[in-house]
C-alpha cells in the first residue's frame, strides 16, 4: 500500500504557490516540469491538523460556474466526504463558491474554485492531469480536465488515508484514525496512456467502480448517434438498429439507384453491395457522396449542440461480419490507396472540413473531432511502401481494433507482428492512436485468460512507440459478473495505464493479499 513519504527537503514557500500554477516540487531552478516519477513528497506542519481528536474545521469546496458543468467536481467531492468520513468518523460538509467563502479559512478545494483562484497545471497538456498544493491553510486540487480534478481526489485520498481500490468488493483506506496531522504539498501526476476506458464487468456497468480505477465511460466521451456511440454509422442516415438497411432506404428515398423510377436490384448509393456496411464512395457518384457528407455533418451538429461540452464523435462501421463493398467505386478506392481504410479515412476527413466550417460560421462552439474504426476488413492503414497514401486530418482519429491478434502474448512476439505493424503504419496516417483493446477468451468468458504477464510490456510499447492515446479494455464487455482472476486483471490494467513506471510483483501481492486475504499464497500458485 502507499505510504506517506514525509519530505526532509524544504518546501516551496506556500504564499508563492498559493496563487501560481502547481510546480513539482523540485529546487526552483528545475521547477516547470512535472515530476510524475518521484511520487508525491510533503511535510508535516508541527502543531497544525486536519483533523485533532476526531474532530476538523475543514469544508470540501466545489466549483461552481455559471455556463460549466460542475457534475465531476460534485461527485469528487462527494467520494472525498464519504471516504474521509469512513476512515475518521467527521462528516466535512460540502460546499460552493455561492455560500460565501472565507478566503482565510480551511478548505478541500476541488476545481476552479475562489480558493484555487486560476491556478493551473503548469509544464503538460495532458488533459487528465492533476495538482495537489496548498493555499494558506487550505488544500487545493486542480485539473487540466474536470476528471482530473476527481483523480487528484482519489490521490489526496491515498495520500491522507492510504486508499488503494483493487475491485468492486475490495478497497482499502485507514479506519479509526484519530489525528490527521497537516502537511504541505506541491504536486502534479498525469497517465501515461491518456485516456483510458474499459468495458470490462463492473468497471463498465457501475460508473463509481470505473471512476475509482481512474477510467472514462467511453459511451460518456463521445457524442451518442441514436443512443449509440460505437457502431453507429448506420444511425446517421436514419437506421433504427444495426441491421436496419430499410431505415436507410426510408429515410433517403431520392438516392435508388432505379430504371424508369422503378427500384431495381443495384444497391442504395449509401449502403454496400452486401447490405452490411456504408458504401464510402457512395459508389463512385459524387452528388450522393456529397450530400452522405452532409447528413453525417447535420447529425454531428445535432447532437453537439445538444450534448454539452464533448467534443468527440465516431463514424463507425457497423459490427456484423468480415465483409466490404464490392462496388466498382471502392474496388478502385483500395488500389488507390493501398487498403479499404482509405476510402473511410477520406470520407470523415471531408466530415471534419465540414465540422471546422460550421465552428468558422458559429453554427456550433467548439471544434468535434471524428474518430472511425480501423476494424476487420479495415484494419490495414491506407499505407504503400512505408509511406501513408492519404493522412487523417487533424481532427480525425483512428480506434484501431485488431480483434484477430493473440492478446494473451506481446504485440511485438512474431505471431502479433502483422498486427504490431498495423499499429506501425497507422502511427505513420494519424497522429494519435486510439486502441481497442480484447482481454478475454470470446468463447469462455469465465476461463481465466493469461495476459496478465504481457500487460506491462503491450503498455509500454503502446505508449512509447506506438503513439496510443486512448485505450479502450473490452474486456467481458457488458458482463457484470467476472471471476477474480479477470478481476485482477482488471486492476492491473488500470494501474499501468496510469504509470507504466509501477511495480508489476508489487501490484500483484498488494491485489492478492487484500483481494483473497489468508487464501493469497494458495491462489498465487493457481
Known amino acids: 500500500l502507499f505510504s506517506i513519504l514525509f519530505s526532509v527537503v524544504l518546501c516551496l514557500i506556500l504564499s508563492l504557490v498559493g496563487v501560481f500554477g502547481c510546480s513539482n516540487g523540485k529546487e526552483p531552478d528545475d521547477a516547470g516540469t512535472p515530476d510524475i516519477e518521484s511520487g508525491p513528497q510533503v511535510e508535516i506542519v508541527e502543531g497544525k491538523y486536519f483533523l485533532k481528536n476526531k474532530m476538523s474545521d475543514y469544508k470540501i469546496l466545489v466549483q461552481d460556474k455559471e455556463g460549466k458543468d460542475n457534475s465531476i467536481e460534485s461527485y469528487a467531492g462527494g467520494e472525498f466526504q464519504s471516504f474521509f468520513s469512513e476512515a475518521t468518523g467527521a462528516i466535512l460538509p460540502i460546499i460552493t463558491d455561492n455560500a460565501g467563502i472565507d478566503v482565510n479559512g480551511k478548505y478541500i478545494s476541488i476545481g476552479d474554485t475562489t480558493i484555487s483562484n486560476g491556478s493551473t497545471v503548469e509544464g503538460t497538456n495532458n488533459d487528465q492531469a492533476f495538482c495537489i498544493k496548498n493555499s494558506g491553510d487550505s488544500i487545493v486540487i486542480v485539473g487540466n480536465s474536470n476528471y482530473g480534478a476527481l483523480w487528484g481526489v482519489y490521490e489526496l485520498l491515498s495520500i491522507m488515508l492510504n486508499y488503494e481500490y483493487y ?5 482499502y483506506i485507514d479506519t479509526n484514525v484519530v489525528d490527521l496531522p497537516y502537511f504541505t504539498i506541491n504536486y502534479i501526476d498525469e497517465p501515461d496512456l491518456e485516456y483510458r476506458a474499459t468495458g470490462d464487468g463492473q468497471s463498465y456497468t457501475d460508473l463509481s467502480v470505473s471512476r475509482r480505477f481512474r477510467y472514462l465511460k467511453a459511451d460518456k466521451e463521445f457524442f451518442l448517434v441514436n443512443n449509440n456511440w460505437c457502431h453507429n454509422s448506420f444511425n446517421y442516415f436514419g437506421a433504427k438498429n444495426d441491421d436496419d438497411v430499410e431505415g436507410i432506404r426510408t429515410s433517403n428515398p431520392n438516392y435508388y439507384i432505379d430504371s424508369n423510377n422503378k427500384k431495381v436490384g443495384a444497391p442504395h448509393y449509401f449502403i454496400s453491395t452486401h447490405n ?5 464512395t457512395a459508389h463512385g457518384n459524387e452528388q450522393a457522396f456529397n450530400v ?13 449542440n445538444a450534448a454539452g461540452e464533448l467534443n468527440h464523435i465516431m463514424i463507425g462501421m457497423q459490427d456484423n461480419d468480415n465483409q466490404w463493398c464490392a462496388c466498382d467505386a471502392c474496388k478502385a478506392a483500395e488500389q488507390q490507396y493501398g487498403a479499404h481504410s482509405g476510402a473511410v479515412v477520406n470520407f470523415c476527413n471531408k466530415v471534419y472540413e465540414k465540422l471546422v466550417e460550421a465552428y468558422n460560421n458559429n453554427l456550433v462552439d467548439r471544434i468535434i473531432n471524428v474518430a472511425f474504426f480501423a476494424y476487420n476488413k479495415t484494419e490495414p492503414a491506407p499505407v504503400k511502401n512505408g509511406q501513408p497514401t492519404i493522412k487523417c486530418a487533424e481532427g480525425v482519429q483512428v480506434m484501431l481494433a485488431p480483434i484477430f491478434a493473440d492478446w494473451s502474448l506481446p504485440f511485438n512476439h512474431a505471431k502479433n507482428q502483422t498486427y504490431y505493424q498495423m499499429m506501425v503504419d497507422w502511427g505513420k496516417a494519424c497522429d494519435s492512436i486510439l486502441l481497442w483493446a480484447y482481454h478475454t477468451n470470446y468463447k469462455y468468458f469465465l476461463y481465466p485468460y493469461d495476459c496478465f504477464n504481457n500487460i506491462y510490456d503491450n503498455y509500454k510499447l503502446f505508449a512509447e512507440e506506438c503513439k496510443v492515446k486512448f485505450m479502450f479494455n473490452q474486456g467481458k464487455h457488458k458482463l457484470e459478473r467476472a471471476t477474480a482472476f479477470a478481476t485482477f486483471g482488471e486492476y492491473l490494467m488500470a494501474k499501468l495505464s496510469w504509470n507504466l513506471d509501477e511495480n508489476i510483483e508489487t501490484l500483484t501481492n498488494d ?3 487484500q483481494y483473497f486475504g489468508p487464501a493469497a499464497e494458495t491462489m498465487k500458485t493457481i
Open 292 to 304: 452522405m457528407i452532409e447528413i453525417a455533418t447535420a447529425k454531428i451538429l445535432e447532437v453537439a
Open 276 to 280: 452490411k456496411q456504408l458504401c464510402y
Open 511 to 513: 491485489y492478492f493479499e
Open 167 to 171: 475491485a468492486a468488493d475490495t478497497y
